[in-house]
């Protein structure tokens, strides 16, 4: 009986001790260990895919695991963007948000608010910026808003709908000078490439566009780029000032790309991905794709791009608010 009851207590040991390695080897294991999914919240071919597939490829590399990067699309990008927010917090979903994920909350749109996200990093960022007429009165941003400060109504602005990003850094960099948003007229356009005709016919004044879209203007003397609505200098453009150095003021509107993932995700994927990310943002390779699709690099630790979405999410909140578009 002594026999059997060792005999039967050594192999429970045996079964504890396996057991017990097991467990403690689940424990050390250092992700990823598996495949990751990292979610676009817009279509395939577009912009922000394609500069997600360019990092998660690079992220692959490193980490020796596959990034696979899936479409999640619909709601004007509240889809995937709420997605990731939604993900379970495992460190095995991931994301690339955009600036539109600041903006749901204030438009009175459930499903994802800033304070959703884990943010680990950013990689893009490229300013709107103001563009005039090559044979404009005012020959730079602060002649242009004494302009507008000297004859309210008279000044005429496009770039895109009502509502849209170009028209919100716009109005909302009147809202920081102390002007009232009404005081420079709006003229809405299906997008900058219209805008930016009615500039050169003379029909408008201003048109916020990014400096890529105006270039052609520019080089042709049709219209003069002045300032760039940001606090942040352009990579891609780096004499051309900023509405912060020009005006003081704290209004940074950019439209962004940054990988991030549920709220409570671990730690140790936050550290591990946002070291990866500045050393793919550093790579030269990535740098010159980035350049060939016209896309600036532009790197922000996890502190430094949640400080720059929760600024972002204040300021367009009270864009739209001053634009009658809150609900």
Do not use: C
Request: aromatic share 8%.
């Amino acid at each position: 009986m002594f026999q059997q009851f060792l005999s039967t207590s050594l192999r429970a040991a045996s079964v504890a001790a396996v057991t017990v390695i097991a467990t403690t080897g689940a424990a050390l294991a250092e992700w990823p260990e598996k495949a990751v999914t990292v979610i676009v919240p817009w279509s395939a071919g577009g912009g922000t895919d394609a500069t997600a597939r360019a990092v998660a490829s690079a992220l692959e590399e490193k980490f020796g695991q596959p990034f696979n990067v899936v479409n999640r699309t619909g709601g004007g990008g509240l889809v995937g963007h709420a997605a990731i927010a939604n993900a379970e917090a495992d460190g095995y979903t991931l994301g690339v948000i955009t600036i539109e994920s600041t903006m749901y909350e204030a438009q009175g749109l459930a499903g994802v608010t800033p304070a959703d996200y884990a943010y680990i990093g950013r990689f893009n960022a490229d300013p709107i910026a103001i563009n005039i007429a090559g044979d404009a009165e005012y020959s730079d941003a602060a002649g242009l808003i004494d302009a507008v400060k000297q004859d309210p109504g008279a000044v005429t602005a496009s770039g895109a709908n009502r509502g849209g990003l170009s028209h919100l850094a716009w109005i909302g960099l009147l809202g920081k000078l102390g002007i009232d948003p009404t005081a420079a007229t709006w003229v809405a356009s299906d997008g900058s490439a219209p805008a930016l005709q009615q500039l050169a016919s003379g029909a408008i004044d201003v048109v916020s566009t990014s400096p890529a879209e105006a270039q052609s203007l520019v080089d042709a003397g049709e219209a003069k780029t002045v300032a760039l609505i940001s606090s942040e200098r352009s990579t891609l453009y780096p004499d051309l000032p900023t509405t912060t150095e020009i005006f003081g003021t704290d209004w940074s509107p950019l439209p962004f790309r940054g990988m991030a993932g549920p709220d409570g995700i671990p730690d140790e994927v936050v550290t591990k991905v946002e070291a990866a990310l500045e050393e793919i943002t550093q790579d030269s390779d990535f740098q010159a794709f980035m350049a060939s699709r016209g896309f600036s690099v532009a790197y922000q630790d996890a502190a430094g791009f949640e400080k720059t979405v929760t600024s972002a999410s204040e300021g367009l909140a009270a864009a739209m608010k001053s634009a009658g578009l809150t609900q």
